[in-house]
T-cell receptor, first 110, second 115 residues
Framework: DAKTTQPNSMESNEEEPVHLPCNHSTISGTDYIHWYRQLPSQGPEYVIHGLTSNVNNRMASLAIAEDRKSSTLILHRATLRDAAVYYCILRTDGANNLFFGTGTRLTVIP | EAGVTQFPSHSVIEKGQTVTLRCDPISGHDNLYWYRRVMGKEIKFLLHFVKESKQDESGMPNNRFLAERTGGTYSTLKVQPAELEDSGVYFC?????????????FGQGTRLTVV
């Protein structure tokens, strides 16, 4: 399983931007970078994914480093509902399942 | 559109009993996955169906676990006999495609407690 490294925890004030980092130095050229999150007592939820270019959707933005060895999930204005564990996952050729690591637990402070 | 639904949401059984978990994927999704998180551990992949066929069951822990997906619609995961270490949350997910450029949709999970 392709390896990613994330901080165990982060804090953010409500309504401020949050930048969640992820290192994936062993990424191969065709691996996709996916982000999922798990809110308390719920199943994982897809957030965003990308290959090389930065991506935006209604939930977040994904900034991918030029060498693709790291990426950052950006929540533009954190809300209390964004408190969750965020998982950065590499999806590789031949592996149809998701490999969840320990993720980053985001705490949003009112 | 209905999402992925799992039943029951909670189950408490005694060691040695049998439990069957059910997952209804999003309509039209050929790919169905089972995952679980046991206490204090990470979410781990169990197996992957494409329609009614098992594509990958490399994550199934032992032969006490049996997954089926007859007709390629809903899936069941049976644990027989249940052991204490089987306690955890079992998640089902589905996706239209299986590739790496695809998002998966997860259910709320079934919390299984074996006492």
């Amino acid at each position: 399983d392709a390896k990613t490294t994330q901080p165990n925890s982060m804090e953010s004030n409500e309504e401020e931007p949050v930048h969640l980092p992820c290192n994936h130095s062993t990424i191969s050229g065709t691996d996709y970078i996916h982000w999922y999150r798990q809110l308390p007592s719920q199943g994982p939820e897809y957030v965003i994914h990308g290959l090389t270019s930065n991506v935006n959707n209604r939930m977040a933005s994904l900034a991918i480093a030029e060498d693709r060895k790291s990426s950052t999930l950006i929540l533009h204005r954190a809300t209390l509902r964004d408190a969750a564990v965020y998982y950065c996952i590499l999806r590789t050729d031949g592996a149809n399942n998701l490999f969840f690591g320990t993720g980053t637990r985001l705490t949003v402070i009112p | 559109e209905a999402g992925v639904t799992q039943f029951p949401s909670h189950s408490v059984i005694e060691k040695g009993q049998t439990v069957t978990l059910r997952c209804d994927p999003i309509s039209g999704h050929d790919n169905l996955y089972w995952y679980r998180r046991v206490m204090g551990k990470e979410i781990k992949f169990l197996l992957h169906f494409v329609k009614e066929s098992k594509q990958d069951e490399s994550g199934m822990p032992n032969n006490r676990f049996l997954a089926e997906r007859t007709g390629g619609t809903y899936s069941t995961l049976k644990v027989q006999p249940a052991e204490l270490e089987d306690s955890g949350v079992y998640f089902c997910a589905s996706s239209q495609d299986a590739g790496k450029n695809t998002e998966a949709f997860f259910g709320q999970g079934t919390r299984l407690t074996v006492v």
